[in-house]
């Protein structure tokens, strides 16, 4: 055990684990560290923030489907500087680094709200541009390569921590997208947000979610959320966070192998409040089976013959 | 504070048709329980993953068990019918704050609709002074003799008319006209809402349990909500059925936005 290396660099932030949690899936942690040690995780990635409060959407918000869940919350928020106030402070308590998702509804939200978090005692920030359920601003910069560059360029300027870029699936070329957002200055991307669809009760014939529809995550979008990471893992640089049905290591070491330096999970808490601690018990498993002294190597390195 | 933990199913078993009655061996949960929570029954199932949050029905600390009553709803509570006794279980609980017991209440006023009846019981059996209950089912009735035991008077109404009362519990209350100093109910939001108007025109204060879809069932995923006056602006806000309710007082709760 003592001489495996899990230290892994996230745009000179050094995890002591690649396990992250999935922004909007853990709260602010506060929740989960009745049954998680916050001190075991790599880093806390903490529910979207926006400059002022948002309500978020009508209910119903959520609809299960086979193998995963479709949500459509809207990013219900108490604001950034309650945020600030209220869950920094609980969150340093503990090892680990803090990373704080922000949302907006113009590139003018996003900024203030880095701008808010530029003095606060955070990590890294992660810009989401790509949030289905919200109708302005959120995906409607992420679906385009010149948008996303442009709003990771200016957001940055106000970015005293690393920025995190984080992608949506719902694009016809991811490679293009984290292209916009290498160029645009990101330290780093996080893929994928959830995929967009919808479910109907066939016996009131109507929409489940009160948003029509939403987004889908857990087990059921892995295999799309591997296929990404490794088409973006082809397409730039800058170090990847991948995420998209992570439900223990072996799913992790796969996102690794596909070319993530670092991964979250995120339904998998819902059914399992441990599931960030199986996915970092399992990576370790993985190495120890296959004689692996440092994550790293695992970062990209497969093979195809 | 709550407990997640394996549970041993002592019985499980249908008491209307489409209602079970589950026994759970659940020292820990069982302690720390109070009427008007719920516990998660975690799935093993890798289609349908997401635990189901079902309210305790009674609570027996000496013998650390906990009595669930649930309606078969979807492919998850299925499984969990077809379960026998000795099989383990997955739970998390108790979850949610319960009813604040008024123990200076002389009279109280019992309202519950379908699946909302089971979490009243423990209540009845925990609250002092008088009290009157009004139960509403679609057709079958359950858990109506328990209540009895504990209740002055229990009036029944079924959507049907096939038991009781024909029509739904507000029409049966307008007819019946109680007194109360108190009124706790739980059931689906039109009741809560036609419940808690009745509550008002009297003065009557109300403590209302809603079910919503879950999905963490400990306050993180937000997808279960309730609009609540904010305490200090004109303005509403969303606030977490599994965490700061299920029980929300009828007066702070906002209807229509």
């Given at each position: 055990m003592s001489n495996i290396s899990t230290k892994v660099n996230i745009a000179g932030v050094e995890l002591k684990n690649p396990v992250m949690t999935a922004s909007g899936t853990f709260g602010s942690g506060k929740e989960y560290s009745e049954f998680v040690d916050l001190n075991q995780l790599g880093a806390v990635v903490v529910k979207g923030v926006a400059n002022i409060p948002w309500k978020g959407n009508e209910s119903p918000r959520v609809a299960e489907t086979y193998g995963g869940m479709l949500n459509s919350v809207g990013l219900q928020n108490p604001g950034v500087h309650a945020f600030i106030k209220e869950d920094i402070p609980f969150l340093r308590q503990f090892d680990t680094k803090?990373?704080?998702?922000?949302?907006?509804?113009?590139v003018e939200d996003y900024c203030e709200v880095a701008e808010a978090l530029s003095h606060a005692d955070i990590d890294m920030i992660?810009?989401?541009?790509?949030?289905?359920?919200?109708?302005?601003?959120?995906?409607?910069?992420?679906?385009?390569?010149?948008?996303?560059?442009?709003?990771?360029?200016?957001?940055?300027?106000?970015?005293?921590?690393?920025?995190?870029?984080?992608?949506?699936?719902?694009?016809?070329d991811i490679g293009e997208i984290a292209k916009g957002a290498e160029a645009g200055g990101a330290d780093a991307i996080s893929l994928i947000n959830t995929l967009l669809g919808m479910a109907i009760d066939i016996h009131k014939r109507k929409p489940v979610l009160a948003n029509i529809m939403g987004?889908?995550?857990?087990?059921?979008?892995?295999?799309v959320a591997v296929r990404m990471v490794y088409q973006v893992a082809q397409a730039v640089k800058v170090p990847i966070i991948g995420m998209g049905g992570i439900s223990n290591g072996d799913d992790a070491v796969e996102f690794m192998l596909a070319g993530a330096s670092a991964v979250a999970v995120g339904t998998a808490n819902f059914f399992n409040p441990r599931a960030t601690m199986d996915v970092k018990e399992g990576i370790e498993d993985y190495m120890k089976k296959y004689n692996i002294h440092n994550v790293k190597e695992l970062v990209g390195n497969i093979t195809y013959i | 504070m709550s407990n997640w933990s394996n549970a041993t199913i002592i019985e499980n078993k249908e008491i209307t048709p489409g209602i079970y009655e589950i026994l759970l061996s659940a020292k820990e949960v069982a302690e720390l329980a109070k009427p008007g929570q719920f516990i998660n029954i975690y799935s093993s199932s890798e289609a349908q993953l997401l635990p189901r949050p079902i309210s305790i029905c009674e609570i027996n600390k000496e013998e650390g068990v906990l009595t669930l009553v649930y309606a078969v709803v979807g492919k998850g509570t299925k499984r969990l019918s077809n379960m026998t006794p000795k099989e383990t279980i997955n739970i998390m609980g108790p979850l949610g704050n319960g009813f604040d017991i008024k123990t200076e209440v002389e009279e109280s006023i019992i309202v519950g609709g379908g699946v909302g009846v089971p979490p009243l019981l423990e209540l009845v059996k925990q609250l002092g002074g008088r009290k009157i209950a009004y139960l509403g089912f679609r057709s079958d009735i359950f858990l109506v003799e328990e209540f009895e035991k504990y209740c002055s008077k229990v009036y029944i109404a079924t959507e049907d008319g096939s038991v009781g009362f024909k029509g739904n519990v507000v029409e049966l209350m307008n007819d019946t006209n109680p007194a109360g100093n108190q009124i706790y109910s739980c059931g689906p939001k039109p009741m809560l809402r036609a419940v808690n108007e009745w509550a008002e025109e009297k003065s009557i204060p109300t403590q209302l349990s809603f079910e919503e879809r879950m999905a963490c069932g400990i306050g993180a995923c937000l997808v279960c909500t309730c609009?609540?006056?904010k305490e200090h602006e004109p303005d509403w806000e969303n606030r977490r059925v599994c965490k700061d309710g299920p029980v929300f007082l009828g007066d702070e709760v906002v209807w229509d936005v």
């Open positions: 803090i990373v704080v998702n922000i949302a907006g509804r113009s992660e810009l989401n541009i790509s949030c289905p359920n919200v109708k302005e601003g959120c995906v409607s910069f992420g679906v385009n390569p010149l948008t996303v560059e442009d709003v990771t360029r200016e957001v940055k300027k106000y970015c005293k921590q690393p920025l995190i870029v984080k992608l949506s699936p719902n694009v016809a987004g889908l995550s857990g087990p059921a979008i892995k295999p | 609009k609540t006056q």
